[in-house]
């Protein structure tokens, strides 16, 4: 399933892009969650849009390398406990 990144990747204060509606998380993790997974993030986007731009006039920051590397680090360590 094709990303619903337009690339404008710039955070909200609740950590949701203002360009895609998704969660650091989400956007780090896309290309590993399944189809079905995909499909149940862009079934909440419409909801976050709303959000978001309510919020619109709040401050946005862009996504910093350590925000990356900390939502790389959460995912990887939610795998490892699910393996285990």
């Known amino acids: 399933m094709d990303s619903p990144c ?3 990747c710039k955070l909200n204060s609740d950590k949701i892009c203002i ?16 189809d079905a997974e995909q499909l149940q993030i862009i079934n909440q986007l419409a ?14 920051s862009a ?16 795998r490892k406990m699910r393996l285990e």
């Open 6 to 8: 337009i690339a404008s």
């Open 63 to 78: 996504i910093t390398q350590s925000e990356w590397q900390a939502a790389k680090a959460r995912l990887a360590l939610a």
């Open 47 to 60: 909801e976050r849009k709303a959000l978001v731009d309510a919020q619109a006039h709040l401050p946005t």
């Open 19 to 34: 360009g895609c509606y998704r969660l650091i998380e989400e956007i780090v993790d896309w290309n590993k969650r399944t």
